[in-house]
């Protein structure tokens, strides 16, 4: 069963006529109660680290281990976000191995300002399918 992206209930199915499938929220007292989205079947798996920060652990496009995570950054609200790291050596293109010493983190670190700033990048994306503003050369 598909989990709501907001507050975690459960997901109702309201149209598998496309390529995606429609859902809505079934809690009333989330945001996203009754506003239909298109699932493309990513699975978001909610869970909280040792040190009890939420995470949201999911694949990308190529089967990649991701994750969106709290940050224990304490001047300031922050997020964990990308790739869970790996190491990759080419051409052609294979995982290496890491000495026992060295992390491989390629996420990013993004303050709760920043996030602010690339919302409206990710938001035109998320609506067209392009970074670009329709009104730019």
């Given at each position: 069963?598909?989990?709501?992206?907001?507050?975690?209930?459960?997901?109702?199915?309201?149209?598998?006529?496309?390529?995606?499938?429609?859902?809505?929220?079934?809690n009333p007292s989330c945001a996203?109660?009754?506003e239909e989205y298109e699932s493309?079947?990513?699975?978001?798996?909610?869970?909280?680290?040792?040190?009890?920060?939420?995470?949201?652990?999911?694949?990308?496009?190529?089967?990649?281990?991701?994750?969106?995570?709290?940050?224990?950054?304490?001047?300031e609200g922050a997020i964990w976000?990308?790739?869970?790291?790996?190491?990759?050596?080419?051409?052609?293109?294979?995982?290496?191995?890491?000495?026992?010493?060295?992390?491989?983190?390629?996420?990013?670190?993004?303050?709760?300002?920043?996030?602010?700033?690339?919302?409206?990048?990710?938001?035109?994306?998320?609506?067209?399918?392009?970074?670009?503003?329709?009104?730019?050369?």
């Amino acid at each position: 069963m598909n989990q709501c992206h907001e507050c975690g209930g459960s997901m109702l199915l309201v149209d598998t006529t496309g390529a995606t499938s429609l859902h809505s929220c079934n809690n009333p007292s989330c945001a996203m109660f009754g506003e239909e989205y298109e699932s493309t079947g990513l699975t978001l798996e909610p869970h909280t680290t040792s040190r009890g920060f939420f995470v949201f652990e999911f694949k990308d496009r190529y089967g990649e281990a991701c994750s969106l995570q709290e940050s224990s950054l304490a001047t300031e609200g922050a997020i964990w976000f990308g790739t869970d790291g790996r190491c990759v050596q080419g051409p052609p293109w294979s995982d290496c191995p890491l000495p026992a010493n060295v992390q491989n983190k390629s996420r990013m670190h993004l303050t709760q300002a920043q996030v602010i700033e690339l919302l409206p990048h990710l938001q035109r994306f998320a609506k067209t399918g392009y970074l670009k503003p329709q009104d730019a050369s």
